[in-house]
């Protein structure tokens, strides 16, 4: 029997058991998928809410963001999932941990998250960096779900991403304080990167990209008259470590805490409480 097997039927066989096994391993990714993170440190689109939930999310960052009193600047634009519901929702969406978990493994950690807004003809940009060079974070076992909650084009300034950057080592970067720059100094990465060769992370709103820490990536300005509106969710494993600053603070949001490497945030069980908006003043600040 067997030796009616011809060698080809045989390789056939072993990647069909092979794709398999992928599959059955991952919660959520599509085999192909995740060897597409491996081999170019990001993977998109992947579908994670239907349109009604992701124009209802947007909506909540739409009205948190028009807040004058809000003052969105500074550390309002970080880890506000302590202190709104509707973040702490999206940080603990099934499906987004699904795909996270694909990657991380079981036991997850969101580091912080940062609203990437642009208004309608904003001039502001995010210049070519690699996030793992200046975050202190001591491994690779980081991940970045980017979600669109309004599209995401090259018109509005969607992210550009360098395939295969991730294998790059961590390259020196230069601060620029660009006024017009997204990054919190104007970092920009000091090597000749070929525009050429970026890819564009087009998506819809409710769809996520997944991007290595080291992936060298940028967004252009938004030269649309509708507001662009992305969230990063920055998801680490507990093994990782925060080496340049004395202290960090994270929130499980699946699995367990193996480790104790990170102070862990409690849930918010109301918007604006005043304790949770004292903890964010303080893990915010760091030191
Ligand atoms: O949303 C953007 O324009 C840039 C996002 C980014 O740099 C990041 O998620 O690391």
Same mark, same amino acid.
């Given at each position: 029997?067997?030796?009616?097997?011809?060698?080809?039927?045989? *390789?056939?066989?072993?990647?069909?058991?092979?794709?398999?096994?992928?599959?059955?391993?991952?919660?959520?990714?599509?085999?192909?998928?995740?060897?597409?993170?491996?081999?170019?440190?990001?993977?998109?689109?992947?579908?994670?809410?239907?349109?009604?939930?992701?124009?209802?999310?947007?909506?909540?960052?739409?009205?948190?963001?028009?807040?004058?009193?809000?003052?969105?600047?500074?550390?309002?634009?970080?880890?506000?999932?302590?202190?709104?519901? #509707?973040?702490?929702?999206?940080? !603990?969406?099934?499906?987004?941990?699904? +795909?996270?978990?694909?990657?991380?493994?079981?036991?997850?950690?969101?580091?912080?998250?940062?609203?990437?807004?642009?208004?309608?003809?904003?001039?502001?940009?995010?210049? #070519?960096? =690699?996030?793992?060079?200046?975050?202190? &974070?001591?491994?690779?076992?980081?991940?970045?779900?980017?979600?669109?909650?309004?599209?995401?084009?090259?018109?509005?300034?969607?992210? @550009?991403?360098?395939?295969?950057?991730?294998? #790059?080592?961590?390259?020196?970067? *230069?601060?620029?304080?660009?006024?017009?720059? &997204?990054?919190? !100094?104007?970092?920009?990465?000091?090597?000749?990167?070929?525009?050429?060769? %970026?890819?564009?992370?087009?998506?819809?709103?409710?769809?996520?990209?997944?991007?290595?820490?080291? *992936? +060298?990536?940028?967004? +252009?300005?938004?030269?649309?008259? =509708?507001? !662009?509106?992305?969230?990063?969710?920055?998801?680490?494993?507990?093994?990782?470590?925060?080496?340049?600053?004395? @202290?960090?603070?994270?929130?499980?949001?699946?699995?367990?805490?193996?480790?104790?490497?990170?102070?862990?945030?409690?849930?918010?069980? %109301?918007?604006?409480?005043?304790?949770? &908006?004292?903890?964010?003043?303080?893990?915010?600040?760091? %030191?």
């Amino acid at each position: 029997m067997i030796s009616n097997i011809t060698k080809t039927e045989l *390789i056939i066989l072993h990647l069909l058991i092979k794709g398999w096994a992928v599959l059955k391993k991952n919660k959520f990714l599509t085999s192909e998928q995740s060897q597409r993170y491996e081999l170019d440190g990001f993977v998109f689109p992947i579908k994670v809410m239907e349109i009604e939930e992701a124009n209802n999310y947007g909506r909540k960052l739409h009205s948190y963001w028009k807040d004058p009193s809000q003052f969105i600047k500074g550390n309002k634009l970080q880890k506000i999932h302590l202190f709104t519901l #509707w973040m702490s929702e999206i940080i !603990r969406h099934k499906k987004i941990l699904d +795909a996270v978990e694909d990657v991380l493994g079981p036991n997850i950690l969101c580091w912080t998250t940062t609203l990437f807004v642009k208004k309608p003809k904003d001039p502001g940009f995010v210049s #070519w960096h =690699q996030d793992g060079e200046y975050w202190g &974070l001591n491994s690779h076992n980081v991940v970045t779900a980017w979600l669109a909650l309004s599209p995401a084009t090259s018109k509005n300034g969607c992210m @550009k991403m360098m395939p295969g950057s991730h294998k #790059w080592p961590e390259i020196r970067h *230069i601060d620029t304080f660009d006024d017009n720059n &997204l990054l919190s !100094r104007g970092q920009v990465i000091d090597c000749n990167i070929e525009e050429e060769k %970026s890819v564009k992370i087009q998506m819809k709103p409710g769809q996520i990209s997944l991007h290595h820490v080291n *992936i +060298a990536h940028c967004s +252009a300005p938004n030269t649309t008259n =509708q507001l !662009r509106m992305g969230i990063a969710i920055r998801y680490i494993c507990p093994t990782v470590k925060q080496i340049k600053h004395k @202290k960090d603070s994270a929130t499980l949001v699946r699995g367990v805490d193996t480790e104790g490497n990170f102070e862990l945030e409690p849930t918010p069980k %109301s918007n604006y409480s005043p304790s949770a &908006l004292k903890l964010h003043e303080r893990v915010t600040n760091k %030191s």
